[in-house]
């Protein structure tokens, strides 16, 4: 494994599982100090104590609790370097427009596009002191396309994130602090498992409009944040960055 980020201090939220995980355990083997931030006390810590780093639990929809993560960050290693907002639901209850209630709305807009904005409001200062920074946020492919069986909050929340990254990203720029969306296609995650558990036949029809034929593995999208985070990406901001198997290029996928 390359040295890319030796040396950086990376946070990341939702670190206990899934991409998240997948990602703490990426940027540390790059040489990254990381800290990672869950609501999972238990499993957060079980992270952080696997690469050596520093748990915070966090409730990233909470001001306070955003604002106390990154200062944590900066006071135990020095610096931010790279945030990953990475934290995000898909429950069940937020399905068709028809018959998503607004509680559920809420709650969904919360947790994935709330909880950027508090992120990256709070990352940004710190990294303009330092004249240098990489923001990671975590978007969608159903940011950029349509679904037929829809999670209405969920998309509208993706395309929330992509188009503040993209602003974000313009604004910075000539500060040295670049944003960027990380748009995964489906990955085999345990939100992508229950949902198999729950909607086999849902799930199904997700999966043959891959043009690869498979969900990708939570380390190839860790592969990718690794990549926006260090400076083999140094020309590139305000970018949606899809990992998402051909999903989005396809107009009918191979046999």
Not at 5 to 22: F, K, S
Not at 218 to 234: Q, T
Request: charged content about 20%.
């Amino acid at each position: 494994m390359s040295k890319r980020l030796e040396g950086r201090v990376a946070v990341v939220t939702g670190g206990a599982g899934g991409i998240g995980l997948a990602s703490v355990r990426r940027l540390a083997a790059e040489g990254a100090h990381v800290v990672v931030a869950d609501i999972d006390p238990d499993t957060g810590k079980a992270a952080a104590e696997e690469v050596d780093g520093l748990f915070v639990r966090a409730d990233v929809t909470s001001e306070p609790d955003v604002e106390a993560l990154f200062q944590a960050a900066v006071t135990t290693y020095g610096s931010l370097d790279i945030a990953f907002n990475n934290a995000g639901i898909s429950p069940p209850d937020d399905d068709s427009i028809l018959t998503t209630g607004l509680d559920a709305w809420q709650r969904v807009q919360d947790v994935n596009l709330k909880s950027v904005y508090l992120c990256c409001k709070y990352a940004i200062p710190h990294m303009r002191r330092q004249g240098k920074g990489s923001i990671i946020n975590t978007a969608s492919f159903v940011a950029v396309m349509g679904a037929a069986t829809s999670q209405i909050s969920y998309t509208a929340s993706k395309g929330g994130v992509l188009a503040m990254s993209r602003e974000l990203g313009v604004q910075f720029a000539r500060e040295g602090i670049r944003v960027n969306a990380l748009c995964p296609g489906p990955v085999n995650t345990p939100l992508l498992q229950e949902l198999f558990a729950k909607d086999p036949e849902r799930a199904a029809r997700r999966l043959v409009h891959i043009p690869m034929g498979r969900f990708a593995e939570p380390e190839e999208i860790a592969a990718a944040v690794a990549f926006l985070a260090c400076d083999d990406s140094s020309f590139m901001t305000a970018s949606s960055f899809l990992v998402d198997g051909g999903i989005s290029g396809a107009y009918v996928t191979p046999l």
